[in-house]
């Protein structure tokens, strides 16, 4: 008989893992990285390391967590930590938390006293989050809330310097115009996925709502007079802006 429970609970969390796996965009399941795969491990062994409870948290996603691939990972971590070193903000914005990746990366350059809030629509990832967060030195200025972005944003009364999207991509230009209305010259936002392991280059099917909007971003980041851009092709492309 305990072996029939077994049984069935492994083939339980098989059917929930296969369902969430289908919803999932076709996208996720294609290359995200660009270089060869020696080049990509020569950049990887010579950019620095990062703190240990980072390297355990990308070690129990992809332990634990549908979709690993969805971490932001050692090379664009540093580069996120790099840009918040850079910047300094007082105020960093984060819009898709995942499993807490990025946040703890970007948290490594806020200013003393400074705060940074992370949301994400639902809270199936929230212990994950709340272990790494805690085994952290940032625990204090992450202010996670779950909800839709959209809605959250409007009622903000922080004046943030740094934004990192990495949320649904069919509102990325949604986000974008948002953003706009409470970002002031100076500020920096960065949008991940921007290349959608190539698929910005084909035309898509109108059902290809990821697609669709992420051309129409990049097009509109580029004649935008509100704003200057670069297309990093790191991993799957990362956008940086700039409100001029």
Not at 45 to 53: C, D, I, Q, V
Not at 68 to 78: D, E, I, K, T, Y
Not at 178 to 191: V, Y
């Amino acid at each position: 008989m305990t072996g029939i429970i077994i049984l069935c609970v492994i083939m339980s969390r098989s059917i929930s893992r296969m369902l969430t796996l289908s919803r999932m965009p076709q996208a996720y399941f294609c290359a995200m990285n660009f270089l060869p795969a020696e080049i990509e491990q020569y950049a990887e062994e010579h950019t620095r390391r990062g703190s240990e409870y980072l390297a355990s948290l990308t070690r129990e996603t992809w332990q634990k967590v549908v979709m690993p691939r969805m971490l932001s990972g050692h090379l664009q971590g540093r580069m996120l930590s790099m840009i918040s070193h850079m910047v300094r903000p007082k105020h960093v914005l984060e819009i898709g938390t995942y499993t807490g990746y990025s946040a703890l990366c970007l948290a490594e350059g806020i200013q003393q006293g400074g705060k940074l809030i992370t949301i994400d629509v639902n809270d199936e990832l929230e212990a994950i989050q709340d272990k790494y967060f805690a085994l952290s030195p940032f625990a204090g200025i992450i202010d996670r809330r779950f909800g839709a972005a959209l809605e959250l944003i409007p009622d903000m009364e922080e004046e943030f310097q740094l934004v990192f999207v990495d949320a649904d991509k069919e509102n990325y230009p949604a986000y974008f115009e948002l953003l706009m209305k409470k970002l002031r010259p100076g500020a920096f936002i960065l949008f991940d996925n921007v290349l959608w392991s190539g698929k910005v280059l084909d035309d898509p099917r109108p059902s290809d709502l990821e697609t669709i909007a992420l051309k129409k971003l990049n097009a509109l980041l580029t004649s935008d007079p509100r704003v200057e851009n670069v297309l990093l092709p790191l991993r799957d492309g990362l956008m940086l802006v700039r409100v001029v």
